[in-house]
């Protein structure tokens, strides 16, 4: 038996400087994962990045299971979103899991743990909500906050599904 993977999928604009802490803080997670049976790999897509995260990227991929696909041009996050979820599901199994998450570091790494185990409980997807009891929104201006408040309500509304209420979060499972 070859374990479910766990493909960590990121789209990175000008996150040279985040990506090498990103990328230890998800391997120490990934690691506890692996001792449940789940094998890694990371999809990374640089949206036209102009600092150094091609160079991190290069240097990451020599010890990690990274897959890296380049815009050569910035397209924006929904196509780089698209095009990560895309080369994910060209390398998963059937019953594999893909986590999207923001290439910042600001999404806790550890949260994927539990993450998964819901996923084992029954539920088809896993969104790292801001809006449940406990959690917190660090670092986002009130104007940020608001839009997403709005946007989470709006959606809500107009598209409703049971037991989701962030929308516009990017970290899933």
Known sequence: MHGRRITVALPAYNEGANLGSLLRNLEETLQSLERQGYRRSYVVVD??????????LDRASENLPLTVVVH?????LGPTLRDS??????????DD????MDAD?????PLMIRMVQRLEE???VVVASRYRYGSRTIGLSRYRRLLSLV??????ILIPIPGIRDYTCGYRA
Request: glycine letters at 6%.
């Open 122 to 124: 029954g539920c088809d």
């Open 151 to 156: 946007a989470s309500l709006l959606y809500r």
């Open 72 to 76: 050569e041009t910035n397209q924006g």
């Open 97 to 100: 899991v893909v986590v999207t």
């Open 105 to 109: 570091n600001t999404h806790p790494a």
């Open 85 to 94: 979820l895309r080369k994910a599901v060209e390398l998963m199994d059937s």
């Open 47 to 56: 949206d036209g990045s102009t600092d150094s995260t091609r160079a991190v």
